[in-house]
């Protein structure tokens, strides 16, 4: 069966260590490299986060690049308190026993993309897209080369969960969300509308904590914090669990529906900073971007707890 390459940029961030479960426990993927950012928590902390979520998992095979602390302008907003101050809930955070890669994220996307067949390495995005607007800057060819780019931000029905317009990764760095729609890479969109489908019910959660092993428990721990904090802050009984999407979607594209749209971003108003403008009429033929209207929760989690069930 043929691989496909990727590479992971996120911000761990629970449902992003979720993301990263997904993908090292998925034998069709080829895992060239997992970068991070500042986003949920502080960059360093994100890193840190990814290495710990590696070591679990026995994946470190796969290098892990440091990126970006901070927004291409904008000062740095946090989420911890949906992540905890650590970023992983309430797991005791250590320094794993491999350190960052040497170099930034944005130069290994480009290196790693750009020594490969066009179109081949596909890339998700599951934080501020800030490392993928700096990789764009250093290789214009860059947009081009890359396979699809599945991206979790943005919202369009579902409203904002930062602002009543915007979610979380747009709003954090609209700059660089901006310049990526706008690059004219193929894009595969899940925002709020996709993942407030995705939901961590009582089951699916009672599923993961029956499994053995480190990552299993690490797994089942993070969604106990994730759903304390939803039920705490937003009065959810079930909360979304949104960036395992962007790898689902990959692993097995009929969980979604996609529709063909163009996508921009607002720069401009600080009152609806970081909205997602999704418009649907355009030429299906030569649209760049797919908005996820549907998603298959229990699809999604039937992924994460069968990439769990293949991790130690
Ligand atoms: O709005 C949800 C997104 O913001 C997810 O990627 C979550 O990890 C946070 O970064
Ligand atoms: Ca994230």
Not at 82 to 97: A, K, L, Q, T, V
Not at 101 to 130: H, K, N, Y
Not at 148 to 163: D, F, H, Y
Not at 184 to 210: K, N, P, S, Y
């Amino acid at each position: 069966m043929k691989k496909q390459s990727l590479i992971i940029d996120c911000d761990p961030g629970v449902d992003d260590a979720l993301g990263l479960f997904l993908a090292f426990g998925s034998p069709g993927l080829d895992l060239l490299a997992v970068t991070t950012v500042g986003g949920n928590v502080p960059g360093v902390i994100t890193a840190r986060n990814a290495r710990i979520m590696r070591q679990l998992a026995g994946r470190e095979d796969v290098p892990v690049f440091a990126g970006a602390d901070r927004p291409l302008v904008r000062e740095p907003v946090g989420a911890g308190e949906f992540h905890g101050e650590g970023g992983i809930g309430d797991m005791i955070p250590f320094e794993p026993r491999l350190g960052n890669a040497e170099g930034s994220a944005a130069q290994a996307i480009v290196d790693l993309v750009m020594a490969r067949p066009a179109g081949s390495v596909a890339l998700a995005v599951m934080g501020p897209m800030t490392n993928l607007a700096l990789a764009m800057r250093l290789e214009p060819k860059l947009a081009a080369h890359l396979g699809p780019v599945s991206v979790m931000g943005g919202a369009r029905s579902e409203g904002g969960n930062i602002t009543a317009s915007a979610e979380f990764n747009i709003y954090a760095d609209p700059d660089a969300a901006a310049e990526v729609f706008a690059s004219g890479c193929e894009m595969v969109v899940f925002g709020l509308d996709a993942t407030h489908q995705v939901r961590a019910t009582e089951a699916r959660i009672a599923a993961i904590e029956a499994l053995d092993g480190e990552s299993a428990r690490a797994a089942g721990g993070l969604l106990r914090f994730s759903q304390r904090v939803e039920r705490e802050i937003v009065g959810w009984d079930a909360g979304p669990l949104h960036d395992p999407c962007t790898v689902a979607w990959l692993l097995k594209p009929a969980l979604f529906e996609l529709k063909p749209c163009r996508i921009a971003v607002e720069t401009v108003s600080d009152l609806t900073r970081g909205h997602t403008a999704v418009e649907f009429r355009v030429d299906a033929a030569t649209a760049r971007h797919r908005w996820a209207v549907t998603a298959d929760g229990q699809g999604v989690f039937d992924r994460i707890t069968e990439s769990l069930e293949r991790l130690p």
